[in-house]
């Protein structure tokens, strides 16, 4: 035999050896299963009984291990016998540069591999000239892949979000759904999605809104007689992307309407993403079939970033704006702002108005005082109390008048300014706005507050007074 032929051999063993692996696999797992997650497997090598193959990524590992342990190790051993034994190799998508270092794990036995062969890494894609639609999308194009840093807190999401993006309506992951707290990345990483495809597809129908914008929209339909072209509009996508979807709560009209969109986009095998900040059986108010639906594809959360991630996050983003921040500077921003991200972006954008306007290179002094800012105005926001209090000193009104019956224009004034900015600013209800008005009930509060709406509108004093 001669080395060409050995080496020929060699390539074909491991191809064949995973073409009747995956045939049997495919006799024992649901078809779009399958597809996603047996298919995307390239085999690359065997090695005496093992069976080494290539992954897109470790939630490819994790997930095949955890669903499918038995069947693929069954598998491997009907076809090289008891000896038989897998290796992943994972090669990780990367976005800007395309010569992906190989990530190796093995499980279950550690192999190292070198020099994976070329053909493996995915092609370059084609920059194509994207084609005018005929609605607007709303996907803005400054949210990628490319800019959303990786994290522990949003790795199952992040995956699930570029294995869709990649073949969108042919996974398993249809709907995805999103859920977690607020500025920590669903919307970004639905957009992602959007703008990935379209790069890829220009010529594929997406659409992203929220579903309070779905709702006002679908009212403006009943209004207009237009009911059946607004359902076939968004009938009519092969990408649904809907954000925050906890607003159709209570809109029963809008769910059923949605739960009929829903059905045709799925049964046709049209991608839906969703986001929500609970996850779907949590979602009181929402019917019950709307969830069961929601809970078909994949759901999976973003939680609040680590110490490690809030760094990458800071210095890519001060990166992007043309400015290098030093470790200490970058540290102590993170370690102070943990809750959420666009906190920390806004506490960034704080520290470059301040350095601009004062015409001063950033300092940790100025950050520290930049995040006390921060720190302070977040705590009086949620205090109604904090609130009647300088509206009083700005009316020069007495605080307790306030509380008390009295009728004096400008104590009316003051009281009416408090109840609105307590019910823009704190997330009291209008009960308990009420009560810290000496036990007003709801509707004085609810008057207050279109009285103060109607007059910021035709006021310029009152409105330079809601701005101060
Ligand atoms: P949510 O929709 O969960 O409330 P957003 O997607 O609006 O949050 O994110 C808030 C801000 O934080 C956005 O400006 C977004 O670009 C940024 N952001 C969130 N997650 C990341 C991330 N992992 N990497 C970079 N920026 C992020
Ligand atoms: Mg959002």
Redesign the pocket.
């Known amino acids: 035999m001669t080395f060409n032929d050995t080496v020929m051999k060699m390539k074909i063993d491991h191809e064949v050896v995973w073409k009747e692996c995956l045939q049997i696999i495919k006799k024992n797992v649901p078809f779009l299963t399958f597809n996603t997650w047996f298919l995307p497997i390239k085999p690359v090598e065997l090695v005496s009984t093992t069976l080494k193959i290539q992954v897109p990524n470790n939630f490819f590992v994790e997930w095949i291990e955890e669903h499918y342990n038995t069947l693929i190790h069954n598998t491997i051993n009907q076809v090289l016998g008891p000896e038989g034994k897998l290796a992943y190799i994972i090669v990780e998508e990367k976005e800007e540069v395309f010569e992906p270092e190989p990530a190796i794990i093995a499980k279950p036995v550690p192999v190292k591999v070198e020099n994976v062969p070329e053909n493996i890494f995915p092609p370059k894609p084609e920059i194509k000239q994207q084609i005018q639609e005929d609605f607007e999308n709303y996907l803005n194009s400054k949210?990628r892949f490319e800019?959303?840093?990786?994290?522990e807190n949003?790795q199952l999401a992040r995956a699930a979000a570029v294995a869709i993006s990649e073949n969108p309506g042919a996974t398993s992951f249809n709907p995805l759904f999103i859920y977690?707290g607020?500025?920590?990345?669903?919307?970004?990483?639905m957009q992602a999605i959007g703008n990935k495809i379209l790069d890829n597809h220009p010529e594929k129908r997406i659409i992203y809104l929220s579903s309070d914008i779905f709702t006002v929209e679908f009212v403006e339909a009943i209004q207009n007689n237009t009911v059946n072209e607004f359902s076939n509009f968004y009938k009519s996508m092969d990408v649904l992307i809907i954000?925050d979807i906890q607003f159709l709560i209570g809109k029963e009209k809008t769910q059923d309407l949605f739960f009929h969109i829903f059905n045709a986009l799925h049964q046709s095998g049209k991608q839906i993403i969703l986001?929500s900040d609970k996850p779907p059986k949590e979602l009181a108010g929402l019917k019950e079939r709307l969830v069961s639906r929601f809970q078909w594809g994949l759901t999976t959360d973003?939680q609040p970033?680590d110490f490690e991630?809030r760094v990458a996050?800071l210095k890519?983003?001060s990166e992007s704006y043309g400015i290098n921040l030093s470790r200490d500077i970058l540290e102590f921003i993170a370690h102070n702002i943990t809750s959420n991200?666009?906190e920390l972006?806004g506490c960034l954008i704080k520290l470059l108005a301040n350095a601009s306007l004062s015409s001063q290179e950033i300092s940790l002094e100025m950050a520290k005082k930049t995040v006390k800012e921060i720190s302070t105005s977040r705590e009086v926001n949620i205090s109604i109390d904090y609130i009647t209090k300088n509206v009083c000193e700005f009316y020069g009104v007495e605080e307790n008048k306030v509380r008390e019956k009295n009728r004096k224009k400008e104590v009316v004034l003051a009281r009416q300014m408090a109840m609105y900015l307590s019910k823009k600013l704190t997330k009291s209800s209008l009960k308990t706005i009420g009560l810290h008005f000496g036990g007003r009930d709801h509707s004085t509060v609810i008057h207050a507050y279109n009285s103060i709406e109607k007059l910021i509108n035709t006021d310029e004093s009152v409105k330079d007074a809601v701005k101060s």
């Open positions: 949210y800019n959303f840093i990786k994290g949003n977690g607020v500025g920590l990345g669903k919307t970004h990483l954000d986001s973003i970033p991630t996050i890519n983003k991200i666009r972006e």
